[in-house]
Structures are given as C-alpha cells and as structure tokens.
C-alpha cells in the first residue's frame, strides 16, 4: 500500500491553505493506552499541530486526542507530545532540510494502515497572502467551471 493510503482519520485541511507540501513522509506514532480506540473511533485533530525534531527523535505538538469514554483512569493526557517513528536517515534528512529558513514540518493526516496508526508528515513551505488569494481564485474558477459543465449535461 503506498504511503498516504489507508482508512484516513483525520486530515489537516488547513496545512494546503498555509503552506506550500514540497514532500511528505509517513511516520508510525508512539501512543500509550487507550489513544490508539480513541483514533480508530476519529477522535483526533491536527489543527495547530506541528512536528519538530529534537536530539535525534522526530515529536509532533499540539496534535489533539481526545480521552476514550470507557478509558476512566487510564486515560491520557489530550496534548501530549507524542513520539514519530522515523528512520533514522529520514530524521536527519528532515532536520536539515526544516532547518532552513521558510520551512516547517507539518502533519497533514492521520490515517490507519495494517491496524497501525500512522501520521503524513510533510515538508512545507510558508505561502504569502497574495499566494492564498490566488489558491481561492483559482478554486473558485474550477468550481464554476465544474457548475456551468454539470449545467450543459443537464439540457
């Protein structure tokens, strides 16, 4: 299966609008107890959330899970950080590369794989406004375009 493909959880909708996606990279999560039911029931959300990589390990921030209902004392904490399981050639080559100025690692879906929870990192740039505005022009555009065809299929 290739990367990015699974039964997708959540998604950060946000992160296209933001930034420009030059790579993404799939990471496995570190979860402790009932996290991992409370992702397959899709109570998680990425928004804000961003990954950083710190001596040698790659952590994402900020990513919410919400406490398992039936989980009582054994829950976690929502906004922890959570651990990314990377190859250790794939760290290094994100550290370099979010080093540069301009550059930010972002998660933009968490999505189960094999039974696994999995995260698609993604190497992002930052866009401009007038860069957004043109993104919803252009959106805008196909979406008429899209109205006037099913229109004409109609007659």
């Not at 409370?38 to 804000?48: F, M, Q, T």
């Not at 399981?85 to 550290?95: A, D, P, R, V, Y």
């Amino acid at each position: 299966m290739p990367k990015g493909e699974g039964k997708t959880v959540a998604q950060n909708k946000k992160a296209y609008h933001d930034y420009f996606i030059e790579e993404t990279y799939e990471a496995g999560i570190v979860l402790q107890g009932t996290e991992i039911k409370s992702i397959r029931a899709g109570r998680v959300n990425l928004k804000d959330s961003y990954a950083r990589i710190q001596n040698g390990e790659a952590f994402v921030y900020s990513m919410h899970v919400s406490p398992y209902e039936q989980g009582n004392r054994y829950n976690h904490d929502p906004l922890r950080p959570r651990k990314l399981l990377l190859h250790k050639k794939e760290i290094s080559k994100l550290f370099g590369e979010a080093k540069e100025t301009g550059y930010a690692l972002v998660p933009l879906k968490v999505y189960l794989k094999n039974g696994y929870a999995k995260v698609l990192l993604g190497l992002a740039r930052g866009k401009k406004n007038y860069d957004k505005r043109e993104d919803l022009k252009k959106k805008e555009a196909k979406r008429e375009i899209e109205r006037a065809f099913r229109e004409r299929q109609k007659m």
